[in-house]
């Protein structure tokens, strides 16, 4: 009489090999290790060291060996020269979440985590993350640099803030931008050596709200030579740092027009502006015409999306929405929907995964900012905001403005704001019905008041 197979004997005999030339590469920061199938080659895990000569070398001894798809964690940043060069060469790369394979049987060693994710990848039991196409990973790459380097422009301007301070000048106390026209003015002539407040004064713009004798006043201050100094260094930081944006803003136009190429122009005119889309540390260029040419719709009608965001989420989700099957799933990778924590099917837990998402960061900035607008979403999120708190009408709001993003690029559906007394009349339509139902339920009839 045989024995009865073990339920893991059972288990393991369902699971069919879906990648039958799978590699798998463990990233490291001075090698990797890569491991294939032990039918594949006499040797299947070898080290190669990080230069790109012998990251060439990994990719010919992959294709010896015939392995066409690879799986890697995103170890820091090590992962993209390999991830670069293998697909380059026809690959097709496969990059993992470390948290969907780390647990590893056994000891855990460089060479065990290669073939446990070769193992995992031939099985087809790991996700590949999200990563756009190689153009538009590069527009993604200038735009991330040219926020790099207005967050270091702003650590100056605070320099700049302290050595006034440090002189009992007030400047940045009556200007509304110490960076504005009248700002820039005044300490350019402050580190060119005028000390006259009257002199200084008559640097204001027509447009400052303060006065000139307010400005005038302000400028009355101890100019010590070692804090002219450091306002010095910190003004020829902060205007070097401008000049890299400027080059970025070339390199980001450069780029979208690459983005335009074989692409047929939109045959509709682009839309009149929704408001003002003049912002502090806008590109130097038209960015809402630059991308109604590359998708053909525009993406600035929706409520909170102006042209810098527009183009922000752009280089970070790409132009072709169908890697996702629907706006559910979006939002699900935004982390931006409710999550299903459910043990014998009772709901343990329903809130949204925290993310690093840049994306999700932009979408809850923009769902803050248009809960201030009379809009159909300010209403929205006022309305929410007031039942449930802030915190979550504000991811609420990012959700809807993610699912108007995802169905305007992916179907060119056009947006029209229904106004901010939409919702409200929902809401009270539902209440109505409600309060209707409930009523006949217990034999009342639900009338209205009489005027």
């Given at each position: ?113 290669a073939q446990w994710l070769q193992k995992l990848h031939s099985y087809g039991l790991l ?193 072709d929405m169908s890697r996702w099957p629907t706006a559910k799933h979006f939002t699900s ?119």
């Open positions: 009489m045989k024995a009865p197979k073990s339920a893991g004997t059972k288990h393991r005999s369902d699971i069919s090999v879906i990648h039958p030339d799978a590699g798998g590469i463990d990233i490291g920061a001075q090698f990797h290790v890569v491991a294939v199938g032990p039918e594949r080659d006499a040797e299947p895990v070898r080290s190669f060291r990080s230069f790109t000569k012998e990251l060439h070398e990994l990719a010919d001894w992959l294709e010896r060996v015939g392995i066409t798809t690879v799986a890697m964690e995103s170890t820091g940043v090590y992962w993209i020269p390999v991830f670069e060069i293998l697909e380059g060469r026809g690959f097709e790369v496969v990059l993992v979440n470390a948290r969907d394979a780390k647990n590893v049987p056994g000891r855990k060693t460089d060479v065990n985590d996700r590949a993350s999200f990563r756009p196409r190689h153009d538009v990973a590069t527009l993604r790459a200038y735009l991330r640099q040219r926020e790099r380097l207005l967050d270091y422009a702003a650590a100056h301007i605070q320099h700049m803030q302290k050595a006034l301070t440090l002189m009992n000048v007030q400047l940045h106390h009556v200007v509304e931008d110490v960076t504005g026209v009248t700002g820039m003015r005044i300490i350019r002539a402050i580190v060119a050596g005028e000390r006259r407040a009257d002199e200084l004064a008559k640097y204001r713009d027509v447009r400052c709200k303060a006065s000139v004798e307010t400005i005038r006043d302000s400028l009355i201050g101890h100019y010590q030579a070692e804090h002219v100094f450091e306002l010095t260094q910190a003004l020829a930081l902060y205007d070097f740092y401008q000049t890299q944006v400027a080059q970025c803003d070339e390199q980001i136009e450069a780029a979208l027009r690459h983005l335009q190429t074989g692409v047929e122009p939109p045959t509709t005119p682009l839309p009149a502006p929704r408001g003002r889309m003049k912002q502090p540390n806008s590109l130097k260029f038209d960015v809402r015409a630059a991308l109604y040419s590359m998708l053909g719709v525009d993406l600035t009608q929706i409520h909170g999306l102006g042209p810098y965001v527009a183009l922000k989420l752009v280089a970070e989700c790409g132009n990778w935004l982390c931006l929907a409710p999550g299903n924590k459910i043990s014998g099917g009772k709901i343990l837990s329903s809130k949204t995964r925290r993310s690093s998402s840049k994306v999700a960061a932009a979408l809850r900035l923009a769902a803050t900012t248009v809960g201030r607008t009379d809009t159909a979403l300010g209403g929205f999120y006022r309305r929410l905001s007031a039942r449930i708190g802030k915190a979550k009408a504000v991811t609420a709001t990012a959700r809807k403005i993610a699912v108007l993003f995802y169905n305007t690029l992916r179907y060119g559906t056009e947006y029209v704001d229904p106004g901010a007394a939409y919702y409200e009349e929902r809401y009270r339509q539902r209440v109505l019905n409600n309060l209707t139902r409930r009523a006949d339920s217990m034999g009342y009839v639900l009338q209205p008041k009489a005027s």
